[in-house]
């Protein structure tokens, strides 16, 4: 079939009008006819209009994903990673087990080989996450004092933001917080702290990298509607902390959707982006990956303009946290699925009427800076770790629980 066109395209051409060959010149998909789906050509030739460029000319930050060593050392995956996406956010190796598994002993092994990776590749890097009720170690959760606890958050995300000053974009510093109806999770943080953990979370950050962009990020914000509960409640926090001097910077919307949903999230970013300096849809991926729900999904940032970027959560369906679901921009195969060129097309055809405004996000350079590979502490202990499932959310953990859950879907 490919072949076929090729050869008789252009004697098709030839008989039709100047203009209309032009335009049918045009509606030929060469990439596709003369490189083919899997070869590293085709893969160079869409990093010319990858959504990351496109994204970058619609006068967003970076169009990114999520990885960790494993993917990062797995050919294929960062091929595409380098091709097609500017942002990398760790998707476990920034969590408090990982980081700093017994107290005091900090581990930065895969976090360190992430942020070189991303350095050298020209790629930025959202931090995920200093503070979260899951993939918490039992040493932190059964903390039943309040100064302690005071002093444990300031040297976990001190630490960890500190290590990596003026190499990270945005840091996701407090990380699903909130319950179902909009009130604090129930969990060893707020239960000692109540929501001052927040500003001592966010306090610490701050000190720790002033220039980092200071994220607080949930999910089911953008999922059920403008009006439901979670999103209100947490417009409400997030504007009285603001307004309370605490340094946030940002509203992360997570973003991982079932099919249909997408059609909600347009209200709903629109109101958490006008509670905050910015925003961002940080960790999406869509149950069967429907084209126009991704189209909707991504297009509700585009269309926002202190959104400054999407962030997909995984690259290929079987390396998803979903992967039942089938929810991402690639296949099995590597190969790109039609919401890939479902968004190339829609995001694209938007950039011939871009217009920059003085609003518009600026882009920043990450600093290429090597991170040493020497590790703080190679012991990591042999402390037990609450919640190390990946079913989602986690209502049962020992150190949280979730006051009322109504999103069940994803167990
Ligand atoms: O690294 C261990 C490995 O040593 C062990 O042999 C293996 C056995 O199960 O587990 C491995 O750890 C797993 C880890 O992913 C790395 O693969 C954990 O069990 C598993 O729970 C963990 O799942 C992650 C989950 O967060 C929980 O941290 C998913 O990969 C990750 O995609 C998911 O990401 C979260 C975001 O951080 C926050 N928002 C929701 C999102 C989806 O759940």
Same mark, same amino acid.
């Given at each position: ?180 109806? &909009? ?6 943080? *707020? ?53 309370? &001097? ?16 997408? &059609? ?60 039942? *679901? ?21 995001? &694209? ?63």
């Amino acid at each position: 079939m490919r072949y076929s066109i090729l050869f008789f395209t252009p004697a098709l051409v030839a008989l039709a009008a100047p203009g209309a060959q032009i335009e049918q010149i045009r509606n030929i998909d060469w990439e596709y006819e003369l490189l083919g789906n899997k070869s590293p050509l085709e893969r160079r030739a869409r990093s010319e209009k990858s959504l990351d460029a496109i994204f970058k000319s619609l006068g967003k930050q970076y169009f990114g994903t999520c990885a960790d060593r494993n993917l990062l050392n797995n050919a294929q995956n960062a091929e595409i990673l380098k091709a097609d996406f500017g942002q990398l956010t760790p998707e476990n190796s920034g969590k408090w087990d990982t980081v700093e598994p017994t107290q005091g002993k900090f581990n930065f092994n895969d976090l360190d080989f992430l942020v070189n990776w991303a350095t050298t590749n020209g790629k930025v890097v959202r931090g995920h996450n200093t503070l979260w009720y899951s993939q918490l170690p039992s040493w932190v959760s059964n903390i039943n004092n309040k100064d302690t606890l005071t002093s444990v958050i300031q040297t976990h995300v001190g630490t960890e933001v500190g290590r990596y000053a003026g190499k990270i974009l945005q840091w996701d510093v407090v990380n699903e917080m909130f319950d179902e109806n &909009g009130g604090l999770r129930d969990c060893v943080f *707020s239960r000692l702290l109540g929501e001052d953990f927040v500003r001592i979370a966010f306090e610490a950050a701050k000190k720790a990298d002033p220039a980092a962009k200071l994220y607080i990020n949930d999910y089911n914000t953008v999922e059920k509607g403008a009006s439901y509960k979670k999103t209100t409640g947490m417009i409400s926090y997030v504007k009285k902390w603001i307004a309370a &001097g605490i340094p946030i910077d940002g509203i992360g919307a997570q973003a991982h959707l079932m099919t249909g949903e997408a &059609g909600n999230v347009a209200a709903s970013l629109k109101l958490l982006c006008a509670a905050a300096p910015e925003c961002a849809l940080t960790e999406v991926d869509i149950v069967q990956a429907s084209a126009a729900d991704y189209v909707n999904t991504v297009k509700a940032c585009v269309d926002i303009k202190n959104c400054v970027g999407v962030t997909i959560w995984g690259v290929r369906d079987p390396d998803s946290w979903r992967a039942a *679901s089938n929810p991402l921009l690639f296949n099995s195969g590597y190969s790109t699925k039609p919401a890939y060129g479902a968004l190339v097309q829609t995001l &694209g055809s938007m950039t011939a009427t871009y217009k920059p405004t003085s609003a518009a996000p600026t882009s920043v350079a990450p600093t290429r800076t090597t991170v040493s590979t020497t590790p703080v502490v190679t012991s990591v202990g042999t402390t037990s770790i609450v919640a190390t499932t990946s079913s989602y959310p986690d209502a049962t953990s020992a150190a949280c629980k979730v006051a009322t859950v109504t999103e069940t879907v994803y167990r």
